[in-house]
């Protein structure tokens, strides 16, 4: 999604308050000049405050983005505020920390807002260019670096290539095409900064599955797509089984297709695994078709974001214990028909948007409310409907799953046959995260026990 084009020169500051208050109102400032929309400053300044006491925009990184939607003509409106030295907000110390402080205004009307604040969210993720721009040595370096940030071009320098990475490379290629495999799997977080052979294959269709993908990759070179899977561990492929399942239910690969996955160690520069997969072996007992794999209500994204907050629950848990926890997703009407609430519902109240999970602010009150005892219900559009639940299915949609997985992992695969729906499962003793659908259970993160990250 292209960012660059809400971004003005005039709307890039540095912040002279060292107040949420008065930064936003400097922000609010830049942001309605000049504009015939008619924004009330003071009345939209006070609701970001009071949006800001209920849920912080605080992402880390040194990064605040308060947003609120609000009545006018043009879609976004972004201002961006450079902070010297942290604000203050209700004592709060992570607003100490915050170097750059990003206002985004949109239209009522307009409906990508969410995947807006999504991508920017991702793009704020980058320690790199946060850092690259907070440190700009004046106004004018920031505001150019700003706009280069944005359009995806201010890229981390590409490292050159070692003679064993070439060599790996090169083989790769050979062995995908004698062993018939339909596509390579580049694992992109093995490099640290950006790597030549990160532009692909030149004779092979390639998929870069990666931690933050950016629009950039896949301009430019022989990247055919690139699939995002969040992942913190330190295992090389973690992510190959997450990544190919979301291969299958976005359509870039089928069934029956055999794949190589070339990668190392995340951030080692150093590939040093090649793997083939076919993927019928190794999924046989959860598709028969990719199809299936996807309830019909369900989105792809809303999927995709529930994954990576599995995977992020089980490798960090919560304040240095493991969490365990269950997510049903899809079909709520029947899987609400078998839902009994074990605490009073932690969203009740909260607005649509608010309680979404493509909304990026959820990651972290979903993180939250996963210690509360129970599972969480979420609509295929990604509506949390309720936390704390106890979720159970008539006793005819039981069956015995391997020994070693108790009442959660039981419950979690009976639901998904009761109901067309998919759960995904954090265990607190293992770290496993488990995918369920048809009763049938797919492990997608294998932790060995004892393991922290
Ligand atoms: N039907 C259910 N719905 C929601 N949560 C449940 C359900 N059954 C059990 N749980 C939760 O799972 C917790 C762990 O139960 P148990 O150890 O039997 O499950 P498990 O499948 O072995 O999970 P883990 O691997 O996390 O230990 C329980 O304390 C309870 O909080």
Known sequence: MRLDKYIAKSRIIEIEST????ALLELMEVSTA????????????????????????????????????????????????????????????EYNEVRLLFLLLASENEKNYLNVLASLARLFRDRDLVDNMI?????????ERVFLGFS?????????QTRFNRLLLKESEKIARESKCSAILLFSDTFAGGIEGARGFPNFRTVLVTRAASDRAQESGQIETAIEVRS??????SQARSAILIGLTRGIFKHNDRLLCVGGIPSSNQLDTLMVIDIEREFQSVIDRENDLL???????????????????SVEGREGKPVGTMFVIGDTEKVNSMVKPLVLNPFYGYRMEDRNVLNPFMDETIKEYSVIDGGFVIRGDGIIESAGSLIHAPAEFYHNLPSGFGTRHSAAAAV???ADCISLCVSASSGQVTLFRKGVMFPLLEKPIGTSS
Request: proline share 5%; no cysteine; hydrophobic share 40%.
């Open 19 to 22: 107040d949420l208050m008065g």
């Open 34 to 93: 000049r504009l015939q929309d008619g924004l009330n400053v003071r009345k939209i300044t006070n609701q970001l405050m009071a949006r800001e006491k209920t849920m912080t925009t605080y992402l880390g990184n040194g990064v605040a983005m308060p947003h609120i939607r609000v009545k006018m003509k043009r879609p976004y409106i972004f201002a961006i505020g450079r902070v010297k030295d942290g604000i203050e907000f209700e004592g709060l110390h």
């Open 135 to 143: 440190t700009a040595p004046d106004t004018k370096t920031f505001a």
């Open 152 to 160: 995806g071009l201010l890229a981390k320098p590409e490292r050159r």
């Open 232 to 237: 913190f561990s330190s295992q090389r492929l």
């Open 295 to 313: 309830p019909p209500s369900v989105k792809i994204e809303v999927l995709e974001r529930m994954i990576g907050i599995a995977t992020e629950l």
């Open 416 to 418: 998904t046959k009761a």
